[in-house]
T-cell receptor, first 115, second 109 residues
Framework: IAGITQAPTSQILAAGRRMTLRCTQD?????MYWYRQDLGLGLRLIHY???????GKGEVPDGYSVSRANTDDFPLTLASAVPSQTSVYFC??????????????FGPGTRLTVL | GQNIDQPTEMTATEGAIVQINCTYQ??????LFWYQQHAGEAPTFLSY??LDGLEEKGRFSSFLSRSKGYSYLLLKELQMKDSASYLC??????????WGAGTKLIIKP
């Protein structure tokens, strides 16, 4: 593979259930990100990681958690899903998260519906 | 607060030229990106500006004025495949990207 993969492609989830969205990159990028994209709003950063072993909170972190055990993987977990978490989730990566030239490469997205 | 403004939607004709504007107010500035996003797909990189002026790349050009907090993306010789959303994003003082809501560009034959 080349680039970023996300799984699942789409998911319908009952409210209150736990869900993990998976993200894997093979570009050996140091930084990884999780965004949500909602109609009429820009991409909003949920959590990020500038290097393996470290994570940080973005603009909308509540209800989500992440881990970065290695360079390639950056899973996003919803501990107890709520309908307001219905969205399209994009994982992205960049060579360095602490650089002005922070070109981010995006995965194909996960469309999540919480009922 | 941080704010990125773009028009919600624009319509243009195949073969014509269109300019998509972006104004920003952010905590610090370390550059501005333009991305293209086709419906149902991921955003893809188009351009990056950090100094004032025009950057040309084929049919697409991007302009930046840091003093005015303003950028535009210029698309020439429009093709039907250019129908997409165009996202403006500013790199803030923490090197995070702050994204505009995007401009949906509709191309008519």
């Amino acid at each position: 593979i080349a680039g970023i993969t996300q799984a699942p492609t789409s998911q319908i989830l009952a409210a209150g259930r736990r869900m993990t969205l998976r993200c894997t990159q093979d570009m050996r990028h140091n930084a990884m990100y999780w965004y949500r994209q909602d109609l009429g709003l820009g991409l909003r950063l949920i959590h990020y990681s500038n290097t393996a072993g470290t994570t940080g909170k973005g603009e909308v972190p509540d209800g989500y958690s992440v881990s970065r055990a290695n360079t390639d993987d950056f899973p996003l977990t919803l501990a107890s899903a709520v309908p307001s978490q219905t969205s399209v989730y994009f994982c992205a990566s960049s060579e360095a998260g602490t650089s002005a030239y922070n070109e981010q490469f995006f995965g194909p997205g996960t469309r999540l519906t919480v009922l | 607060g941080q704010n990125i403004d773009q028009p919600t939607e624009m319509t243009a004709t195949e073969g014509a030229i269109v300019q998509i504007n972006c104004t920003y107010q952010t905590s610090g500035f370390n550059g501005l990106f333009w991305y293209q996003q086709h419906a149902g797909e991921a955003p893809t990189f188009l351009s990056y500006n950090v100094l004032d002026g025009l950057e040309e790349k084929g049919r697409f050009s991007s302009f930046l004025s840091r003093s005015k907090g303003y950028s535009y993306l210029l698309l020439k010789e429009l093709q039907m495949k250019d129908s997409a959303s165009y996202l403006c994003a500013v790199v803030d003082s923490n090197y995070q990207l702050i994204w505009g809501a995007g401009t949906k560009l509709i191309i008519k034959p």
